[in-house]
């Protein structure tokens, strides 16, 4: 188990201590501040070089990321993949040998195959790699991003800040992950860190979107699902990945809704304070009735702007690895 990102890659949240998530939470929470700053900057990584590459679709990730490396002072470049010579056949080592002669410090990137982003790093290892998304492995920065959302909402109501509560609030705090577990990269993120935090995790899906080893995994899978939404003190919604094919894995769209939807309906089994999260992008009125996914206990936007702190200090960390130039 890694103790800290400080210096390291972050391609997976597997091998991070309590202690390694806690400081990325602890981090993020001082760049809260600086991105409600009218000059939302930092010095931190002022003269590096952050490359963007995604191989595959991103709204919010890529954004946020490149937000992040520009309020950290980085220079980024971004490279259009659909543009780019990757339409001629380059491969991923020539085309991060290329990337690398241009002169960079960190690669983020997103790829549609797993793994994708352990190879990077074996191609240039002096340059830290942090994995956006990699086929249906990891997404770290999604899980570190929720977990500070549950923080972050949890510590307010409190009336204490993140920092000061740690990872305390984690301890037992019930989670339950519903939907296309089978090929959701951020439900194995998401369970590698509320799990290393301390909570308890359950997932509801069908059998046909449930991976083959789930017996392997730090969770309980549930029986009833109505039962675990009256248990959880967080629902965490997935998309149903229709471009993995997860459509052939349910006899229709209609029926995943009306077993495993957060409908109206099923929603009122909550408690009020039970928290609705989803990654995005929704498929309302698939997984998540539109209504639901606007109620006030619902932090869907919430998670899309921790994304900015959370990618600075993971940035930060992975890139500076020490304590300067953060005010
Ligand atoms: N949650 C997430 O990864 O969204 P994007 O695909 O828009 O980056």
Same mark, same amino acid.
């Given at each position: 188990?890694?103790g800290s990102?400080?210096?390291?890659?972050?391609?997976?949240?597997?091998?991070?201590?309590?202690?390694?998530?806690?400081?990325?939470?602890?981090?993020?929470?001082?760049?809260?501040?600086?991105?409600?700053?009218?000059?939302?900057?930092?010095?931190?990584?002022?003269?590096?070089?952050?490359?963007?590459? /995604?191989?595959?679709?991103?709204?919010?990730?890529?954004?946020? /990321?490149?937000?992040?490396?520009?309020?950290?002072?980085?220079?980024?470049?971004?490279?259009?993949?659909?543009?780019?010579?990757v339409?001629?056949?380059?491969?991923?080592?020539?085309?991060?040998?290329?990337?690398?002669?241009?002169?960079?410090?960190?690669?983020?990137?997103?790829?549609?195959?797993?793994?994708?982003?352990?190879?990077?790093?074996?191609?240039v290892?002096q340059?830290?790699?942090?994995?956006a998304?990699?086929?249906?492995?990891?997404?770290?920065?999604?899980?570190?991003?929720?977990?500070?959302?549950?923080?972050? %909402?949890?510590?307010?109501?409190?009336?204490?800040?993140?920092v000061?509560?740690?990872?305390?609030? /984690?301890?037992?705090?019930?989670?339950?992950?519903?939907?296309?577990?089978?090929?959701?990269?951020?439900?194995?993120s998401?369970?590698?860190?509320?799990?290393?935090?301390?909570?308890? *995790?359950?997932?509801?899906?069908?059998?046909?979107?449930?991976?083959?080893?789930?017996?392997?995994?730090?969770?309980?899978?549930?029986?009833?699902?109505?039962?675990?939404?009256?248990?959880?003190? *967080?629902?965490?919604?997935?998309?149903?990945?229709?471009?993995?094919?997860?459509?052939?894995?349910?006899?229709?769209?209609?029926?995943?809704?009306?077993? /495993?939807?957060?409908?109206?309906?099923?929603?009122?089994?909550?408690?009020?304070?039970?928290?609705?999260?989803?990654?995005?992008?929704?498929?309302r009125?698939?997984?998540?009735?539109?209504?639901?996914?606007?109620?006030?206990?619902?932090? *869907?936007?919430?998670?899309?702007?921790?994304? %900015?702190?959370?990618?600075?200090?993971?940035?930060?960390?992975?890139?500076?690895?020490t304590?300067?130039g *953060?005010?």
């Amino acid at each position: 188990m890694n103790g800290s990102i400080r210096g390291q890659n972050l391609l997976t949240l597997n091998d991070l201590s309590r202690e390694a998530l806690v400081e990325v939470l602890d981090t993020a929470e001082s760049f809260v501040e600086v991105n409600r700053r009218t000059i939302k900057k930092v010095p931190a990584l002022k003269g590096r070089v952050v490359a963007s590459l /995604f191989f595959e679709e991103s709204t919010r990730t890529r954004l946020s /990321f490149e937000t992040a490396a520009k309020r950290l002072s980085a220079d980024v470049l971004s490279l259009a993949v659909a543009s780019s010579s990757v339409k001629k056949g380059e491969s991923l080592r020539d085309t991060i040998a290329t990337i690398d002669a241009l002169g960079i410090d960190a690669v983020v990137m997103r790829h549609q195959s797993s793994g994708a982003a352990m190879q990077v790093s074996r191609y240039v290892p002096q340059v830290r790699v942090i994995n956006a998304g990699d086929g249906l492995h990891q997404h770290p920065t999604q899980g570190l991003l929720d977990a500070f959302t549950v923080r972050q %909402v949890l510590s307010e109501r409190a009336g204490t800040s993140g920092v000061e509560t740690g990872a305390e609030l /984690f301890d037992g705090l019930k989670v339950l992950i519903v939907g296309d577990i089978r090929h959701s990269r951020v439900a194995r993120s998401d369970i590698a860190a509320y799990s290393a935090l301390g909570c308890q *995790v359950r997932v509801a899906a069908p059998g046909t979107l449930l991976p083959s080893d789930i017996e392997n995994w730090p969770v309980q899978v549930v029986n009833d699902y109505d039962e675990a939404l009256e248990w959880a003190d *967080v629902v965490a919604l997935l998309r149903l990945q229709r471009e993995r094919g997860s459509g052939s894995f349910v006899p229709s769209l209609g029926e995943f809704t009306q077993t /495993f939807g957060l409908t109206l309906a099923r929603a009122k089994r909550l408690r009020p304070t039970t928290l609705i999260m989803h990654p995005g992008p929704m498929n309302r009125g698939v997984e998540i009735d539109s209504r639901v996914a606007d109620l006030p206990s619902a932090v *869907v936007e919430r998670q899309v702007a921790n994304g %900015v702190p959370i990618r600075m200090a993971v940035l930060y960390l992975t890139v500076a690895g020490t304590n300067e130039g *953060v005010s």
